[in-house]
């Protein structure tokens, strides 16, 4: 696409927006303005290439789809079955998987999708299949409290929060708690880093249905040949959830042990992230739980969003190109070079570095929260996530760290002495911030100090660090 056909084809839908709701298109413009002059490191955000963005917007966007492709309960729908077929393509041959299903809407309905199918295939219940066939309407009071008896309290074993993990590994505020009797294994309290040997152990202890792997701030690999054989070990279904990595993947960063695909019963991910995609979900799967994924819609989700996968189509096939994996190395680089910035300031960093895509900051070295961290950050130009770290004494809202990672800034064009520039910055941010007090002039979790020249200093930094490296250049709103 030339460069005055993305102007024209994002100037144009502004100016159609407009017509109708120009607040609309005032917010659409802002955020585009706001995330150029924004440090981003948010660890799961990213940049979506044009011709993605643009595949959304359309008429498959007005389709409903239910079911699959060839089988949908809606006429009219072979125009959704070329692009869904296209984004499984491409998904299979990206990930060497034996089948995709690119549904999903997001990663938690990812998740969901594969605790269903584990739990069919693994679990017996005529309720379930009746359910499955679309015949909710004929099950029975007896046939509910036998579905309800027969799925729950199934067993899941994933990382902990603190450690890494991510909410809808089986933690109560999610779904997954409620569906599953969850444990946690957690991380090796000196390094930071998973120690298989506990895993086998808890595995062998709770024997679960379903062993979870993958995380959302965990800064290493993870070495998905040991964890199948743990799960295999105790006749669990191995589950890896790669939506924050699934990039380095497809990039062939990680490889061999660090690949999840060839190693999990099943694989579940975002489609942006790393992925550089639409928001979206996906689930990889061999034969044998095919159909039971294939049966998310209507089990567990809602009609397909055709529009949506459209735009994973496109990004699928961009990440085909020989320059993704360059750019999936260099994010790896970055981070490396971020977290070695970082240290040599005096930052603490969980595990000490990092192997991925993202870095760990314990900020309590600073004398911090999280959420003083990231606000102050926030203040200054640069846009992070608190986040917890391991054992957290100060918990899952203020938490004691800030998580940062390197995709967007990469996608922009940074690279080494960039990243280095960051530490800078980010070190020079948090060093100049102090606790506040509450109104009783108790210590405050939340409230801080920073001098306003000072983040006023580091936004104008930070927006001459990214200058040279302009997001969507080929875009002009006028």
């Known amino acids: 696409m030339s460069r005055n ?10 100016e159609v927006v407009r017509g109708v709701e120009p607040r609309v298109a005032d917010a659409i413009a802002a955020e585009l303005a706001d995330q150029r002059e924004s440090l981003k490191l948010i660890a799961s955000e990213n ?3 044009p011709a993605t963005l643009l595949a959304m917007g359309n008429w498959f966007s007005d389709k409903y789809a239910e079911g699959t492709v060839g089988r949908r309960f809606y006429a009219g729908c072979q125009n959704v079955d070329t692009v869904e077929a296209l984004a499984a393509e491409h998904a299979r041959e990206l990930f060497g998987a034996s089948h995709a299903y690119v549904q999903p809407h997001s990663g938690i309905d990812a998740n969901l999708v594969a605790f269903w199918a584990v739990l069919a295939d693994r679990v017996e219940s005529p309720a379930l299949r009746r359910a499955q066939a679309r015949q909710v309407n004929d099950l029975t009071e007896a046939d509910w409290f036998a579905l309800r008896r027969e799925l729950g309290n199934q067993r899941m074993l994933g990382m902990s929060l603190d450690a890494g993990g991510h909410l809808t590994h089986g933690f109560r505020p999610n779904i997954s708690g409620k569906m ?9 309290p000196a390094t930071g880093l998973i120690d298989y040997d506990r895993v086998a152990e808890a595995a062998r202890e709770f024997k679960p249905l379903i062993l979870v792997a993958g995380y959302s701030a965990y800064p290493r690999k993870v070495n998905f040949r040991i964890m199948r054989e743990i799960a295999d070990s105790v006749g669990a279904t191995f589950m890896v959830d790669m939506a924050h990595f699934a990039g380095l993947v497809a990039g062939k960063v ?3 042990d660090f690949d999840p695909v060839p190693h999990a019963h099943i694989v579940t991910t975002t489609t942006h992230k790393s992925l550089r995609g639409p928001r979206g979900g996906m689930v990889l799967c061999g034969p044998e739980l095919a159909d039971q994924v294939d049966r998310g819609c209507p089990m567990v ?3 397909p969003l055709p529009h949506v996968m459209a735009a994973k189509a496109v990004a699928l096939a961009e990440a085909r190109r020989p320059d993704f994996a360059d750019y999936a190395q260099r994010i790896v680089d970055n981070a490396q070079a971020l977290a070695d910035g970082l240290l040599r300031r005096g930052a603490t960093l969980v595990t000490g570095g990092t192997d991925n895509h993202l870095v760990l900051i314990d900020v309590s070295g600073y ?3 999280g959420r003083q961290a990231e606000q102050a950050l926030l203040d200054s130009g640069i846009v992070t996530n608190r986040n917890s770290v391991p054992q ?8 004691s760290g800030i998580r940062i990672g390197t995709p967007a ?7 080494a002495a960039e990243m280095d520039a960051t530490a800078e910055l980010i070190h020079t941010v948090l060093s100049q911030t102090t606790p506040g007090t509450g109104p009783d002039g108790a210590p405050s979790k939340a409230k801080y100090v920073l001098d306003p020249a000072v983040a006023e200093s580091v936004g104008k930094q930070a927006a001459d660090l990214l200058t040279p490296f302009p997001l969507y250049p080929a875009v002009d709103l006028g």
């Open 367 to 369: 004398g911090l929260t």
């Open 5 to 14: 056909a993305e102007s024209t084809a994002f100037r144009s839908a502004l």
């Open 254 to 256: 990680f490889t061999g």
């Open 392 to 399: 957290d004494p100060n918990g899952a809202w203020y938490t």
């Open 180 to 188: 599953f009797d969850q444990r946690s294994y957690g991380t090796d």
């Open 301 to 303: 989700l809602g009609g």
């Open 47 to 49: 940049y979506a290439s």
């Open 409 to 415: 800034l990469t996608t922009r064009g940074l690279g």
